[in-house]
Each structure stands twice: as C-alpha cells, then as structure tokens.
C-alpha cells in the first residue's frame, strides 16, 4: 500500500506492452515511461494494440501482449 511502480522500459514492443499491462494490472496511477526514439518496428507493433486517448493509454481486452503479430510489420520496416 502506498508504494507507487513506475515501470520503465526503452526500445522494444513486447517490453513496452508488458510495462503497460503490468501497471495496467496493477490498476497504477503512477507514470509508465515512453521511449519517444524512432522505432518503426515497435511502432509497428504496437499499432493496433495501444491507443492514446486524452493523455492516457488504453489497453484492448485482448490476450498477449502484441495479439495480432502481422508479418507486414517486418518488411515495412526492413526487420527480421
């Protein structure tokens, strides 16, 4: 009780998405940080699954952390 997690996660999706899930979870009203450096795979990736809504993330009420892993991710952004 009274102890706030900040989760805190630069670079990839899967990680971003868990740091949201867990403090989504864990119902906090403390800040998760975001990396804001270009990655166009993890904005890729995390495009159909985050969405930004007055300031504040909204998580969808699917299974995983990235649901629909969709192979047009990789060429898009030249990763394999």
Known sequence: QGTWLCPHWLSGAI????????AGALRSKAPVEI????NALRTALLRDT???????IRLGDHAGLIPDLAADCFGATGAL
């Open 35 to 38: 990396d804001t450096n270009p």
């Open 50 to 56: 985050v969405k930004v809504h007055h300031g504040r």
């Open 15 to 22: 990680g971003q998405a868990a740091s949201f899930q867990l």
